[in-house]
């Protein structure tokens, strides 16, 4: 499985847009920085002032606008009789390398991996969220993934959710503990 999500959850609309208005508002600091000795309509600094006034704007806009553009989760959550199982790594498994490149496996019985997001929840398809440590690393739309881990001994948390992303009722879920040794 490709993770299709940043380690942060944000989907790649989300990044994009987050990275397009923070090139904006540096390429507009620029510009008032070198527009600082410009002279419009007889007074000196508009020019600067107005092209740094857009800068924050954007940067503002950077932190604001990307949360607007996440999926909506709905508040009643629907049920399901899917169950999750992590394949691989299995519990107490040792993994060598530093960090070492974990390939998950998952198997998903009583309902489907689909790729589509909606906001249509029905209780035979979702999508796979997986933690590490507690941290998510990945929003799956197949049942591998590959995530690295720093030498230690790690969670992994696995959890089919619904096609908007968010839990089923109760949460449908699996974990095992494995190492990582040098």
């Known amino acids: ?47 600067s002032r107005a092209l740094g006034l857009l800068a924050a704007a954007a940067l503002i806009l950077a932190v604001v606008i990307p949360p607007m553009l996440g999926i909506k989760i709905a508040k009643v959550r629907p049920t399901t009789n899917a169950k999750i199982i992590i394949v691989y790594p299995r519990a107490q498994q040792v993994l060598r390398g530093n960090p070492a490149t974990v390939h998950i496996r998952v198997r998903v019985a009583g309902a489907r991996v689909v790729t589509q997001t909606s906001t249509h929840l029905t209780p035979d398809k979702g999508h796979i969220h997986l933690y590490l440590d507690g941290m998510l690393v990945g929003m799956a739309y197949t049942t591998s993934a590959t995530v690295d881990a720093e030498p230690g001994s790690h969670r992994l948390k696995a959890e089919f959710v619904a096609v908007d992303h968010g839990p089923f ?5 699996a974990w095992v503990i494995f190492r990582v040794t040098p």
């Not at 397009?20 to 600082?36: S, T």
């Not at 009722?169 to 879920?173: A, F, K, Q």
């Open 1 to 47: 499985m490709h993770v299709l999500a940043h380690k942060s959850g944000h989907t790649f609309t989300q990044i994009g847009t987050q990275t397009l208005l923070l090139f904006a508002g540096l390429g507009l600091a620029i510009a008032a920085y070198r527009a600082r000795d410009a002279r419009l309509l007889g007074h000196p600094r508009i020019a």
């Open 169 to 173: 009722n109760p949460p449908v879920t």
